[in-house]
C-alpha cells in the first residue's frame, strides 16, 4: 500500500459547455441572450469559490469469492458490479474529493434569497465542477497505476449499481476524509454534498 495523500490545491477549469449540458443546452446557439450573460457571470464568480481537495491512495486488491471484493483489508464489499470491475485488479485507488462547501454555500443562499434562477445556474456550475473533479481524479489514477505497469478500469462508487452506499463508512476509515473537510451523515451521505467518492481499479 502507498501513502495515503491530500491533495489540498487540485487544478480544475470547469468548461462552459459542460454547464450548458447540465442546463440542457447542446449548443451555445439555444441559450438566449440575457440567459448567457448570466451564466458568464455565474461561472466567474463560481470559479473563485471552488476549493477543490481529494485524499486517495492506492490499495492492494483481492476478489476471493464472486460478488466479493476486499480492498486495503478494510473494505470488503458484496457486489457484482464493483466485483466485475475489480476482477483481475491487484491494486485500486480509492478516493474522496471535494468541491469544498464555499459554491454549496452560495448556492443555498441564492435559492433562500428567492434568486432561483441564479441559484439553479449556480448549482450547474457546482455539479460541472464536481464533474471535473471526478475527470482529474482518473487521471491521476491512472498516472498513479501506469507508474505501477497496470491500466485501469472505470470509475466505481458506493450507491452506484448494486454497491451498497454503506459501503461510504468503510471507504472512509481507509481515507479519512475528514482531513479536507468531507463528513458522513448517518444515511452515508457526503458533506459537502458536492463530494465524489469511488474505487478504480488497476490490472
Known sequence: MTDVLIHNDLAIEVSRPMVLLRLGYRRPSQV???????IDEIMEH??????????YGLFDVSTPEAGLCVIGGVLKAVSRSLHERLTGCRRALTFVATIGPEVESWCQGLVEEGQMARGLLADAYASSAAITLGLEIETIAARLLREEGLGVTKRH????GDWTLSDQAPLFVLLDPGRIGVTLTEDFLMLPAKSISGVIGGR
Request: charged share 30%; net charge positive.
Open 46 to 55: 463560481g470559479r473563485s469559490l471552488l476549493r477543490p481537495r481529494a485524499v
Open 32 to 38: 438566449p441572450e440575457r440567459t448567457a450573460r448570466l
Open 157 to 160: 462508487a458506493p450507491g452506484y
